[in-house]
């Protein structure tokens, strides 16, 4: 059983900063963030092999946002830099459990744990 507990989302202005947190319980593959806006399919943002390596990203979110991982505190954030208004969204972190490849860690339908959800509004 995997539990993950987000923290760090809130309203900020265009062009501003926000990390997000994501505290976990239990052992993994990797993990990933996610974002669903109003009618929107959930989307995948980023996410990291829990072995190590680097973050893979989202071709929207490329070179502003940064995911990263503390071992020891079994926790994965991501830092979103340079935020637009089309970034407002409820941002999901997931685990992925079972064994895979970066590949499958884009994919939501791999994960099988998720977190509660954190509200991010980047106002205009």
């Known amino acids: 059983q995997v539990q993950l507990v987000e923290s760090g989302g809130g309203l900020v202005q265009a062009g501003g900063s926000l990390r997000l947190s994501c505290a976990a319980s239990g052992r993994f593959y990797g993990m990933g963030w996610f974002r669903q806006a109003p009618g929107k399919e959930r989307e995948y943002v980023a996410a990291i092999a829990w072995s190590g390596g680097d973050g893979y990203y989202a071709d929207s979110v490329k070179g502003r946002f940064t995911i990263s991982r503390d071992i020891a505190k079994n926790t994965v954030y991501l830092q979103m830099n340079s935020l637009k208004p089309e970034d407002t969204a409820v941002y999901y972190c997931?685990?992925?459990?079972?064994?895979?490849?970066?590949?499958?860690?884009?994919?939501?339908?791999?994960?099988?744990?998720w977190g509660q959800g954190t509200q991010v509004t980047v106002s205009s």
């Open positions: 997931g685990a992925h459990v079972l064994p895979g490849t970066t590949w499958s860690l884009r994919y939501p339908n791999n994960y099988e744990y």
